[in-house]
């Protein structure tokens, strides 16, 4: 194999494990005194990504299920609520998804965050919530086109 044919294979392969390493990690600190409000602008999300908050008691993260109720600190609807201190969600679609804390005046305070997730091209908005198969798919097919094009390569230049 020339050193070219290597090189274009080390590349095509590198494209394709950064297609995988794309996913981004967030962490909110998540506190009483926080301003949340701007938070989803400074901070792109994408589908694949994960939000982590941490913080300690009293404090819990709640997904709230629509902007009315996040406007309104209503969580008599809530989706999920936890209090571990490190609650973690990934994004297998795009939308916008609302976390409130559920103790005392704190949403109302504003202890509460609006996260826009913006799609990836793979990714249909009619992708059911939970499906997670659908984007690992598309990254299958990359891998598998990448190492095609590798092959192509390799049978070129040999
Ligand atoms: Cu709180």
């Known amino acids: 194999m020339s050193a070219l044919a290597k090189a274009l294979v ?12 794309a996913a981004k990690n967030h962490t909110i ?3 009483a005194s926080g301003n949340y409000g701007d ?9 694949g990504d994960t939000v982590v908050f941490t ?8 997904e709230l299920p629509s902007e009315a ?12 609520s936890d ?15 609302y976390f409130a804390c559920a103790t005392g005046s704190h949403c109302a305070g504003g202890q509460k965050v609006a996260i826009t997730v913006s799609g990836a091209s793979s990714q249909s908005p009619a992708t059911p919530k939970g499906n997670s ?9 990359k891998l598998a086109l990448g190492l095609g094009v590798g092959a192509a ?6």
């Open 29 to 31: 600190r998540w506190s």
């Open 10 to 21: 080390a590349l095509v392969a590198m494209a394709a494990v950064a297609e995988l390493a």
């Open 83 to 97: 209090s571990t201190g490190s609650t973690a969600f990934t994004f297998d679609r795009p939308g916008t998804r």
């Open 133 to 141: 198969a659908a984007p690992m798919a598309g990254i299958a097919a």
């Open 39 to 47: 938070w989803s602008a400074s901070n792109a999300v994408s589908v």
């Open 69 to 80: 109720d996040y406007t309104a600190c209503s969580f008599a609807g809530a989706v999920s």
């Open 153 to 158: 390569l390799l049978a070129a230049f040999s």
């Open 55 to 62: 913080y300690g008691p009293p404090h819990t993260v709640d």
